[in-house]
C-alpha cells in the first residue's frame, strides 16, 4: 500500500502548490499570470473552473450546456414555497452533516456552498463561515511529523480551507477567535490556513478603514436618497444645504425609465452663497456637466454652478478695516515678517481654479432640466438673477462614461449658449 | 438677600431706593458709561449729577447679534435728518445690563462720514440717547446663569430721533469712544473679587473648623488647609494688583494703563472661579445645594471669565501690546541683526553663551539701596530673572515672527500669562515689603504669601518661557492645531469606540 499513499501524496503535492501559490498570492500584480502557468504545469483534472479566484463562479449555462449537477446539490434543491436565507442554509449544512456521517466528499460541499452563498444572502455572515469550516473533520488533517510539516499535508483540503477564507476576504468579513479555533483544530498551527488567517487578521482592519470618505455598504434605492448621498460626498463643508427642487414624477408608478419629471437635488454650502452673491453679474457663470462619480457599483451624475478665475487686475485685495476689533489691535505696526527660519510653508504651486458656486445631481441631464435647477437656486441667491448663465452640456447623457468608466470625461461635445437677454426672459418667466 | 435676587432675578425697588441715597451709584457710573471720559460740559452738566444721584440709570449699548467684538459688523445705524439737527437711529443691541431700567443709553451705531478724501465711509459714532427721545422698546430680561439680579435685555432703536449735541465724542470717533470704555471698566474687578474672595474664606473656615469626619476636624487635613492657602494667596494677589493699578490710575496726567487693567482682570477673574471651585470642594456636597450661597456664587463668578472682554481676547490684547512696545524699542537692533551687521550678531552671540552659562541677574530691586525688603530678596531675584529672559524670549519671538506674530495665538497666550505673572510679582512684592516697612499687621504672613506666589509664578514662567524657545519639546502646539483640525473638519469626536472591534 506504501507505494500508492506515496504516489497520491506527490499527485497532492503538485496539485496542491499550484493552488497554494494561486491562493497565496492572488491579488499581487503578477498573481494573474503565476497561477495559470503553474496549473498548466502541475494540475491534472482541475477541481474547479476558475483561474483567478479559488471560489469558483456559479458556471455560466451557456458555455457548458450539458454539465453534470455538482454533488450534494440536491441539498439546496429549493422546496416548494421555501426562502432562500439564512435559516434555510443553515439547515442545508445541518443536513450535510446528517446524511453524511463520514463527511465523504466534504470539500465538494464546501465548494458548493460558498458559490451558494450569495443567492441565499449570507456571504457576509461570519457565522455561516463558522458554520462551513465546522464541516471539516477535526484534527484529521493536522501534520503530524516533521516530513508532514514540511511539505503541504492534506493539499486539496488545505486549499479549501484557504479558500473559504478568501471569500471571507473577497467580502470584507473579518474572521474571530472561533476561526482561529477551528483552524488551528483542522489544519495545525503550521498551516497555510492558518497563515492566511494571520494576514487577515493584519491587514483586514487597516483595509477596511483607509478610505478617508467611506460609502455605506448598502446604497439607498431612491434616485433621490441616492442624490443627496453622492452630494454630501463631493461637498466637503458639512454646512452645506440640501435642497431638493423637484422630486421625480413619472407616468407608471414602476418604471424610472422614463420620468416626465426628472428628480433635481442640489448642495449648496454659505460660504458659495456668498461669494455667489459677491459675484460680478458682468461675468457669466457655466453650468457644466455631466460628470461622473461612483458610488461604490453605482455611477451618478452631478453639475456643476462655477465660473471662471478673476484675472489678477480684477481681484480686490483684502483689506483689513482700521477700525475693526474692540479689543486689541489687529496688526503690529512693525516692518517686518517672518524670517525664513520659521517658515515651514513648502513651496508648492497652486493652480487657482474658479470658483464653485453650486452642485446638483438631476434624472436628466438636458438643459432644461438644468435650467430649473438654476431658477430654483435664484430664489436662495437673487444675485443669480442678473447674472447670465452658460450651458455648457456634454453632447451624449445617459450612458455616458460607463463602458470606459476609467477614462477622463469627454470634452462638452457642444457648447449651448444662449444670449443673455433671452436667459434674462426665462428667469423672468420663472419667477413670475 | 442674595438667594431672593437670584431666585427672583431681580433687585427690589426698595433696595435700589437705599442704594441711591448712599449715594453708590455715583461711584463708578459716570465713567463706565464715558460720559466723563469724552462728553463735552454741556453734556456732563446735564447728565452727571442725574447718573450721580440715581436718578437716572444708564446702559451702554454696543453688543449685537452680529458683533461681539468685530465693529466692523454693527448694523445699527444713524442718518442724519433732513435740517441736520438729529440723527434717525435705526437698529438692535442685545445683552443690553439695565437695558430695561435705564433711562439714559451710550449707544454705538455706524454713520455715514465723509474723509478727509472726499469718499464717504461709514464709521462709527456713540449717541447719549434719552429714552424720551421715542422709539426705544426693550425685550424681556434675559434668563441668566448667574448675575440675575442685573436687568439684561435686548433693547431696539426704531426711528429714534437723537439731537446732533448728544453725540458722544466726535462724529465717527466712535471707535475710540468704546475703546476708551472698555478699557477703563476693568481695573475695579480685582477689588471687588478680592472682597468677595475674604468673604468666602471666613464661610468656608468656618464650616471646616466645625466639620468633624473621622474625629478630626476638616480644619486639620492637608488638602483642606492647601485650598486656604490657596484662596488666600490668591486673594492677596488679586488685590495688590488690583491697588496698584489704582494707584498708577491715581498719578496725575492721566496714565494709560489699560494693559495693566486687563491683566487684572484676567487674573482675578481665573481665581475667582478657581477659588469658589475649590471652596465648594470644601463644603462636599452641600456646597452643591441651592440652600447654600455656594453654588450661587459659583454661577456668578463664571461671568467674569466672560464679560468685558473675554479672557482670550484680554491675552491676545495684553500681549499684543507689549509685543508693539517692544517692537518699536528693538526694531533698529533687529533690523541690524537681519541686515548682518557682525558687531550686532557677535554681540547677541555673545550674550546668549553668557546667558546660557548661567548668569545671575541683577536689576538692582535688592541690596543696600534696593527697593524690595531682605525677606523678600529670594522673590525679586527670581523676578528679575524672568523679566530679563523675558526680554530675551521676547526679541527672539520678534525676530522670528515679526509682524506675523499677530496668528500665533498660542504664543501670544504664553506672552501674555507671563506678562500677568510677571505684573503680579511686582504688585505683591512692592506690597509686601511696604507692609514690612510701615509695620503693619501679620506683615510676616504677607511675606509668606508673597514669597509662595513668587516661586509659583517663576516656575511658571520659566516654563512657558521654555515652551517660548523654538522647537521646544515642552511646546505641543502643532499637535494641538493638529488634533483639534482634524476635528473640527469632521465636527466631531473622531476616535472609535473601544469596544468597537472586540475580537
Redesign the interface.
Known amino acids: 500500500m506504501s507505494w500508492v499513499q506515496a504516489i497520491l501524496l506527490a499527485r497532492g503535492l503538485s496539485r496542491g502548490w499550484g493552488g497554494i501559490c494561486g491562493a497565496a498570492l492572488t491579488g499581487a500584480p503578477f498573481s494573474q499570470v503565476l497561477p495559470q502557468a503553474l496549473r498548466g504545469l502541475h494540475c491534472s483534472t482541475a477541481t474547479h473552473n476558475s483561474e483567478m479566484s479559488l471560489v469558483p463562479h456559479p458556471p455560466e449555462p451557456p458555455k457548458k450546456p450539458i454539465k453534470a449537477p455538482a454533488p450534494h446539490e440536491e441539498l439546496f434543491r429549493q422546496e416548494p414555497g421555501g426562502e432562500r436565507d439564512k435559516a434555510s442554509f443553515v439547515r442545508a449544512v445541518q443536513n450535510f452533516g446528517q446524511y453524511n456521517v463520514r463527511k465523504r466528499g466534504h470539500v465538494d460541499f464546501i465548494y458548493l456552498a460558498l458559490r451558494k452563498m450569495r443567492e441565499y444572502g449570507v456571504e457576509r455572515d461570519l457565522t455561516v463561515y463558522n458554520l462551513l469550516l465546522d464541516i471539516f473533520p477535526k484534527e484529521v488533517f493536522r501534520p503530524r511529523s516533521v516530513i508532514q510539516r514540511i511539505f503541504l499535508h492534506y493539499p486539496r483540503q488545505q486549499e479549501c480551507g484557504i479558500a473559504v477564507l478568501e471569500q471571507m476576504e473577497n467580502h470584507g468579513v ?1 474572521p ?2 472561533e476561526t482561529e479555533f477551528l483552524l488551528i483544530q483542522i489544519f495545525g498551527r503550521k498551516s497555510y490556513p492558518m497563515l492566511k488567517y494571520l494576514r487577515m487578521r493584519l491587514w483586514l ?1 487597516r483595509f477596511k478603514n483607509i478610505n478617508p470618505f467611506p460609502v455605506p455598504r448598502d446604497l439607498p434605492q431612491d434616485p433621490v436618497d441616492l442624490a443627496k448621498l453622492g452630494l454630501r460626498h463631493i461637498e466637503p463643508d ?1 454646512s452645506a444645504r440640501i435642497t431638493v427642487y423637484q422630486m421625480p414624477l413619472s407616468d407608471d408608478l414602476t418604471g424610472t425609465e422614463d420620468p416626465i419629471q426628472p428628480h433635481i437635488v442640489g448642495i449648496q454650502s454659505p460660504d458659495q452663497q456668498a461669494a455667489l452673491a459677491h459675484h460680478n453679474p458682468a461675468r457669466p457663470v457655466f453650468v457644466e456637466g455631466p460628470f461622473s462619480l461612483w458610488l461604490r457599483s453605482k455611477c451618478v451624475y452631478y453639475h456643476i454652478l462655477r465660473a471662471d478665475l478673476l484675472p489678477p487686475e480684477e481681484r480686490k485685495v483684502e483689506k483689513i ?1 482700521e ?17 525664513g ?2 517658515d515651514y510653508e513648502f513651496d508648492i504651486d497652486e493652480v487657482e481654479e474658479g470658483p464653485i458656486f453650486a452642485m446638483c445631481m438631476a434624472g436628466a441631464h438636458d438643459q432644461a432640466t438644468l435650467a430649473k435647477w438654476i431658477q430654483g437656486l435664484q430664489e436662495t441667491n437673487p444675485a443669480l438673477a442678473q447674472i447670465p448663465v452658460i450651458f455648457r452640456l456634454a453632447g451624449s447623457t445617459g450612458e455616458l462614461l460607463t463602458s470606459s468608466g476609467l477614462e477622463e470625461p469627454p470634452r462638452p461635445l457642444c457648447e449651448v449658449q444662449e444670449e443673455d437677454d433671452d436667459h434674462r426672459k426665462q428667469q423672468q418667466q420663472g419667477r413670475s | 438677600d442674595s438667594q431672593k435676587i437670584d431666585r427672583e432675578g431681580k433687585i427690589p425697588d426698595d433696595i435700589l431706593e437705599k442704594l441711591k441715597s448712599l449715594g453708590l451709584f455715583g461711584m463708578q457710573v459716570p465713567e463706565e458709561y464715558g460720559i466723563i471720559l469724552v462728553g463735552t460740559e454741556e453734556q456732563k452738566a446735564k447728565y452727571l449729577p442725574r447718573l450721580a444721584s440715581g436718578e437716572h440709570m444708564a446702559a451702554f449699548c454696543l453688543t449685537e447679534p452680529a458683533s461681539g467684538s468685530d465693529a466692523a459688523s454693527i448694523q445699527t445705524r444713524a442718518t442724519l435728518s433732513e435740517d441736520k439737527k438729529h440723527y434717525i437711529l435705526n437698529g438692535s443691541k442685545v445683552w443690553i445690563t439695565n437695558g430695561g431700567l435705564a433711562n439714559i443709553f451710550t449707544v454705538f451705531a455706524k454713520t455715514e462720514v465723509v474723509d478727509s478724501d472726499g469718499s464717504v465711509k461709514d464709521k462709527m459714532t456713540a449717541f447719549i440717547v434719552e429714552r424720551d427721545f421715542g422709539g426705544v422698546t426693550n425685550g424681556k430680561p434675559e434668563d441668566k446663569l448667574g448675575i440675575r439680579g442685573s436687568n439684561t435685555c435686548e433693547v431696539h432703536f426704531e426711528n429714534t430721533k437723537v439731537p446732533v449735541e448728544n453725540v458722544l465724542g466726535e462724529v465717527g470717533g466712535g471707535f475710540k469712544v468704546a475703546m476708551n470704555i472698555l478699557n477703563s471698566g476693568r481695573f475695579s474687578m480685582g477689588s471687588a473679587v478680592a472682597g468677595m474672595l475674604k468673604k468666602l474664606i471666613e464661610l468656608t473656615a468656618d464650616y471646616a473648623c466645625t466639620r468633624k469626619q473621622f474625629n478630626k476636624r476638616l480644619s486639620e487635613f492637608g488638602l483642606i488647609q492647601e485650598k486656604f492657602a490657596l484662596m488666600a494667596q490668591k486673594a492677596y494677589v488679586m488685590e495688590s494688583m488690583a491697588y496698584l493699578t489704582a494707584g498708577m490710575l491715581d498719578q496725575p496726567e492721566l496714565p494709560d494703563c489699560s494693559v495693566e487693567a486687563a491683566m487684572v482682570k484676567v487674573f482675578s477673574s481665573e481665581s475667582a472661579w478657581q477659588c469658589v471651585s475649590e471652596a465648594l470642594q470644601i463644603l462636599g456636597g452641600s456646597g452643591y445645594m441651592k440652600d447654600y450661597p455656594y453654588e450661587r456664587m459659583l454661577r456668578d463668578a463664571r461671568i467674569l471669565l466672560i464679560f468685558e472682554g473675554t479672557n482670550e481676547i484680554l491675552r491676545m490684547f495684553i500681549a499684543l501690546t507689549g509685543l508693539q512696545h517692544a517692537g518699536r524699542i528693538l526694531t533698529e537692533r533687529i533690523h541690524e541683526l537681519k541686515r548682518g551687521n557682525v558687531t550686532t550678531i557677535m554681540e547677541t552671540v555673545g550674550r546668549r553663551i553668557r546667558d546660557s552659562l548661567g548668569r545671575t541677574v541683577d536689576l538692582g530691586l535688592t541690596g543696600n539701596l534696593g527697593v524690595v525688603h531682605p525677606s523678600l530678596g529670594e522673590s525679586a531675584n527670581k523676578l528679575e530673572e524672568n523679566v530679563y529672559y523675558f526680554g530675551r524670549t521676547v526679541e527672539n519671538l520678534l525676530l522670528r515672527f515679526g509682524k506675523t506674530i499677530v496668528e500665533e495665538q498660542l504664543v501670544l497666550k504664553r506672552v501674555a500669562n507671563v506678562l500677568i505673572n510677571l505684573y503680579g510679582m511686582v504688585a505683591v512684592l512692592s506690597r509686601a515689603s511696604r507692609s514690612i516697612r510701615i509695620g503693619l499687621r501679620n506683615h510676616d504672613h504677607e511675606i509668606l504669601l508673597a514669597n509662595m506666589f513668587c516661586t509659583e509664578a517663576y516656575v511658571q514662567n520659566l516654563f512657558s518661557l521654555s515652551q517660548l524657545d523654538k522647537d521646544a519639546p515642552e511646546n505641543l502646539d502643532e499637535q494641538i492645531k493638529k488634533v483639534s483640525r482634524e476635528i473640527l473638519e469632521q465636527r466631531t469626536y473622531i476616535c472609535a469606540h473601544p469596544l468597537e472591534r472586540t475580537s
Not at chain 1, 477700525?323 to 524670517?339: A, F, H, I, T, V
Request: glycine share 4%; charged share 25%; no cysteine.
Open positions: 473579518m474571530n477567535k482592519t458639512l478695516p477700525e475693526w476689533n474692540l479689543y486689541y489691535p489687529m496688526q503690529l505696526d512693525l516692518d517686518y515678517g517672518r524670517s527660519w520659521d
